[in-house]
């Protein structure tokens, strides 16, 4: 029996950190890291919710990992934002972000207004956005130090050309025109929120989910 601290040939070989390109589309996981604030008043509960020292705005703290293709197991890391004292845009765009996801996880296109759609789009608790899996369309800026770094601001919904490929396995796609995507169209059926991919169980353990078939989709 080899020792892990003396023989390591099987350690696993250095992956490349080069930034994935502006605009690439992957599937992704995301898992919300806890910050301990809760606020029942605006139903922020379970500890999910973290508060900047700085500056007192309160987001959600996310890590997204790629599932599938040349990038899998790529982490990346964003916020969501909550609450800013500069006023109620941050906490907009973190909502309509979270929209976008819920709409691209559960196969729901942005203009249905059908009472199933609404439902697809409510939680109960941002535990059900922990291990989320949807379609990212992946950025590029600047972090503190003014140095790049990957984000993900935007996720792929239902009706846009790169969304049924990508959710239905092709991994990912660099940034093409939708005519090239249009000319092999894929059908793809609706995902569950929690679901975990195969490919991707080996990159980290995802909380238990809640028992129970999601309201959503009763």
Request: some cysteine.
């Amino acid at each position: 029996m080899s020792n892990n601290w003396s023989d390591f040939n099987d350690a696993e070989q250095q992956q490349s950190f080069d930034l994935i390109p502006k605009g690439t589309v992957a599937k992704v996981r995301m898992t919300v890291k806890p910050g301990g604030y809760d606020d029942p008043s605006q139903g922020w509960l379970g500890g999910y919710a973290t508060q900047s020292f700085e500056t007192g705005s309160i987001f959600l703290a996310c890590e997204f990992v790629v599932l599938e293709g040349e990038y899998a197991r790529r982490k990346l890391w964003s916020n969501i934002g909550l609450y800013s004292s500069k006023g109620p845009t941050w906490g907009n765009m973190g909502r309509t972000f979270v929209r976008a996801a819920l709409n691209s996880a559960r196969n729901v296109r942005p203009d249905d207004n059908t009472p199933q759609a609404a439902a697809a789009r409510r939680i109960q608790g941002f535990h059900e956005l922990d291990g989320l899996e949807f379609v990212a369309r992946i950025d590029i800026e600047k972090d503190g130090r003014g140095e790049a770094k990957n984000v993900v601001k935007m996720a792929v919904e239902p009706g846009e050309p790169e969304y049924a490929p990508t959710m239905a396995g092709a991994g990912f796609i660099p940034n093409r025109t939708a005519a090239a995507l249009v000319a092999s169209p894929t059908s793809v059926p609706p995902v569950s929120p929690t679901a975990v991919s195969s490919a991707a169980a080996p990159v980290s353990a995802q909380r238990p989910a809640v028992s129970g078939k999601p309201v959503w989709a009763q």
